[in-house]
């Protein structure tokens, strides 16, 4: 690959405009036209095109386009872009900032020029108040530059760290990524991969794929091809805000897809079902987006809408484990609270549980992983709603949002049972009698008083006790 040097360029302003246009050319193909042919002819899209795809049309800015490594061990082979398409636009109007790692170049490793790119576009997000997407194909550190590329990291994970919860982090896996690459990966809040292409791989021979990404609960999202998982991450931006000071945006009210709530609850208390018929009978028709739906899947948790707005739902899946607590569903709820909670997305919680579950690490990592969940919803800030279906029981109930760990409004259906352990004839009055349910409804009134009490709820104040943060069972 040539490399442009002053010598080359014209003496004229109408030369060095031209001289310039070129170097913008080359940024365009920096391995060439022969090798973006090759890629889309195998059904793949460029780092460029991912990031003009995303973005909306003629709204990207690239910044350091001309960039290129100065490792000294390597001057012969110097590409434009130095591997990482990074810049800003908007996504549905909003701005975004945005970098893709080229794995043409050098294999998507992350050299000290590259990583700067990285670092400058992650400090612009900050300082804007702007959502980041990172899209990852990359084999970890570019080694010929030894220290100087693994200190490019130290300074991303940094960053990273200390954005968390500040702007949405959404990564997106194109293709396989491995070494420190993927902490970048994991530190981020939503993980969308695209299945049968993406890995995340630490060290060399560890077992890599897709699928496991998404049976451990790494990636959130699985989707078929790179265009899908690119609007699978314009949909998640849609439901958060562009900063932690800021709200999510509303769209325009729907209808429930689902309209008889009356018959979502068995007559027998030991039949089990499908917990998405009753979110399909309270959130807006074809706005929900489930995230881990392979991990834990007795807990179900997605972003959705109710009357326009966003929510974050949770909710036991009696099908699954007849929606017992088990750690894995612990943790999977715990950091979604956690999410909604930094980027004030209302909580929506739909109960059925008849208790924690023990598993196979002992009961002392049960104890210490579920605790987890329990310190999330006390912790939480943003308005919090519970709607209790069947099965209340113990301290499994405590931890999806009863009405003293902090629940604005807890809703009961006259199916519900609550009580302190599984007992016959347990029923949702007593709990009404004592305050702990605010309201027993039938459950075709469950939509109109979660929109009631999320236009009163987006008000929320909560003064909370100053400190640096907790340490519950991290």
Known sequence: MSTMTASTTSATTSGKIADLHKRLAETRAPRGEEAIRQLHEAGRMTARDMVYSLLDDGSFVEIDALARHRSPGNKEDRPVTDGVVSGHGTVDGRPV????????????????????????????AVKSGSPIVGIY??????VTEGMASLEAFTKIYRLQSRASGVIPQIAMVAGATSGAQVFGVSLSDV????????????????????????????????????????????????????NNRAVPLSSESGEPCAQDLNAAIPDEAATTYDVNAVIDGIVDCDSVVELQPRYAPNMLTAFARVDGRSVGVLANQPSQ???????????????????????????????????????????????RRTAKLL??????????ISV????????????????????????????AEIAAAEVDGASPYEAAARGLVDAVIPPDQTRGKIV??????????????TRKHDTIAF
């Open 97 to 124: 900032c945005v970098f893709a790692q080229d794995a043409s170049i050098f294999d998507g490793q992350v050299g000290e020029v590259a990583g700067d790119k990285i670092l400058k576009v992650m400090q612009l």
């Open 137 to 142: 194909h990359g084999a970890g550190t570019r």
């Open 191 to 242: 993980v969308v991969e695209v299945a049968g292409r993406a890995q995340l791989r630490l060290s060399e021979g560890d077992e890599a794929s897709s699928d496991l990404d998404a049976t451990s609960g790494t990636a959130h999202i699985l989707t078929e091809d790179e265009r899908t998982a690119l609007d699978a991450v314009a949909d998640v931006l849609a439901f958060l805000p562009s």
């Open 321 to 367: 484990q007849a929606g017992a607590l088990d750690v894995d569903a612990a943790e999977k709820a715990a950091r979604f609270v956690r999410l909604c909670d930094a980027f004030n997305v209302p909580l929506l919680s739909i109960v059925d549980v008849p208790g924690f579950q023990p598993n196979s690490g002992g009961e002392e990592a049960v104890v």
């Open 375 to 384: 310190g999330a919803v006390a912790n939480a800030s943003v308005g919090m």
């Open 388 to 415: 209790i279906t069947r099965k209340a029981y113990g301290t499994a109930y405590l931890a999806l949002g009863a009405k003293r760990m902090g629940t604005d409004f807890v809703f009961a259906w006259p199916t």
């Open 452 to 465: 009631e009490a999320l236009r009163l709820i987006e008000r929320k104040v909560d003064d909370s006790h």
